[in-house]
T-cell receptor, first 111, second 115 residues
Framework: SQQGEEDPQALSIQEGENATMNCSYK?????LQWYRQNSGRGLVHLIL?????REKHSGRLRVTLDTSKKSSSLLITASRAADTASYFC???????????FGTGTKLQVIP | GAGVSQSPRYKVTKRGQDVALRCDPI?????LYWYRQALGQGPEFLTY????????KSGLPNDRFSAERPEGSISTLTIQRTEQRDSAMYRC?????????????FGNGTRLTVT
């Protein structure tokens, strides 16, 4: 079963634009992570935000977390063609180590 | 090795046969996870280990699926009496420490096709 749902399912933007994708989850969490997957390859960890944090930055990535709404957003600024990939949120719940993934957003950045 | 290694990369088998998928985690990583991923979907949790102990197997679809990690390093996911619905990408990931704040490191997966 999937813990999270990403929105939108697919997103197409021009290079240089910003891309925003959202994740909603169902149960309380202790952290939320975002991963990128290129062309069916393995997933790569991007950034982690803890449940007591509201915003976090890493390079061109900005993640927000709203635990009252059980939602998170990932913003990629000044997108590049190389950002074309699928993006997944993943959650750890209640100190438990099981990691469950959302359904993903497929991002296409057009050069 | 440098990353998580899975073998074989591709496996085609006939319905009813047993298959064994292997995962070699990053050296020293204590936790190992198995996922199944359908095309266009997110990874679906199957099971995970801390060292050699299987901590959670709630995601295994039925009793044809089993996994082991006998020495706390390499793991094998076994599917008995395969069915066409078992066709998917099977992914393994390892985690360096027991903290839930540490990221998962994924292998490139094994593509299983059951004919």
């Amino acid at each position: 079963s999937q813990q999270g749902e990403e929105d939108p399912q697919a997103l197409s933007i021009q290079e240089g634009e910003n891309a925003t994708m959202n994740c909603s989850y169902k149960t309380s969490i202790n952290n939320l992570q975002w991963y990128r997957q290129n062309s069916g390859r393995g997933l790569v960890h991007l950034i982690l935000i803890r449940s007591n944090e509201r915003e976090k930055h890493s390079g061109r990535l900005r993640v927000t977390l709203d635990t009252s709404k059980k939602s998170s957003s990932l913003l990629i600024t000044a997108s590049r063609a190389a950002d074309t990939a699928s993006y997944f949120c993943a959650t750890n719940s209640g100190g438990y180590q099981k990691v469950t993934f959302g359904t993903g957003t497929k991002l296409q950045v057009i050069p | 090795g440098a990353g998580v290694s899975q073998s074989p990369r591709y496996k085609v088998t006939k319905r009813g046969q047993d298959v064994a998928l292997r995962c070699d985690p990053i050296s020293g990583h204590v936790s190992l996870y198995w996922y199944r991923q359908a095309l266009g979907q997110g990874p679906e949790f199957l099971t995970y280990f801390n060292y050699e102990a299987q901590q959670d197997k709630s995601g295994l679809p039925n009793d044809r699926f089993s996994a082991e990690r006998p020495e706390g390093s390499i793991s094998t996911l076994t599917i008995q009496r395969t069915e066409q619905r078992d066709s998917a990408m099977y992914r393994c990931a390892s985690r360096p420490i027991l903290s839930t704040d540490s990221p998962l490191h994924f292998g490139n997966g094994t593509r299983l096709t059951v004919t």
